[in-house]
């Protein structure tokens, strides 16, 4: 497992060049600046043959244990508390993640001619970066399903704002950022996490787990943050290296993509959004008629964003995130459980 210094100052520059997208993104007031702006960059760079950059796979394993661990961290023993109090609701996620990943694969394979592997992968409301993880995996068609899930996000988290600003008379200005700085982290407790997270990929890899590396570190995490051992949360300055690497690595799968291609996808994922907002409209409907929950945060609850993103949007209206983040963590659960063994049988 050696590698060779001018290797890993391609896959630093490589870094630097997706990180220069982050800020440009945060320059313009785009959202998910940390993961789409290192994507757009990156991909450009692409363009250009003989510059001297490599994908930075060796940051890939470590960025995937971070991710378990940032996942399992939501599952604190306030969220556990309440749940019984969510629990029809919370119920809800199965029906819905099911109809919405099976409306897509039928309109992925049949309008838009992709084989089922990654119509699966691009239609299965998980996070970008866990379904691109699961598509390398897998055998399928990365390219297709980071363009896909990648705006699918785009288009939920640009319509999300103006929906709860027009329809519900929420501001959303206010651009607070809940979680902890590393000044703030108690580093003694964050190093046990990392032992943890590394302990957790080890075994699952072992167990030959699909996605070892993000499964095991999640399940380890749940366990301990669920049960009070640890408290402290991953520095949020962590989380945006983790998706300027990520944004980075699937800026990479761009090589050779055709620009009529992408503007080919992403007409064609609208497509799939229509039918995933209908769905969602519909769950919506029934969560919030049935159990009288919070409008805002039921469609918070039932967007088919990341879990970053949509308890941000949370944080700034003033939803309820308990409410929310246990959704998401159920969807990402189903999602990241059933969608390695179905996808293995496609």
Known sequence: FMIKLSDLLKMLLAILIGLCGSVLFIFLQLPLPWLLGAIFTTSIAMRFENLPIQS?????APARILIGLIIGSAFTPQILESLHLYLFSILLI???SIL????GMYYYVKVLRFDRKTAFLSSTPGGVVEMVI???EQKADTSKITLVQSSRLLFVVLTLPFVIQ???HLDISGNQLITKAIKDTNLTEFFYLLLIGISGAVLAKKIKLSAAFLIGPMIFSIIVYSSGLIHTLIPDELIKFVQVIFGTIIGFTFRGVKLR???KTLIGTFGHFVIMAMFSGFFIFIAYYLFGFPAVSTLLAFSPGGQTEMNLIALLVGANVPYITIHHIMRLFIVMNLAPMYAKRL
């Open 134 to 136: 699961l598509g390398e």
């Open 56 to 60: 930075p796979k060796l940051f890939s």
């Open 166 to 168: 027009y329809i519900f």
């Open 261 to 263: 291609m992408i503007i």
């Open 100 to 103: 919405v990943t099976f409306a």
């Open 94 to 96: 199965i029906p819905y």
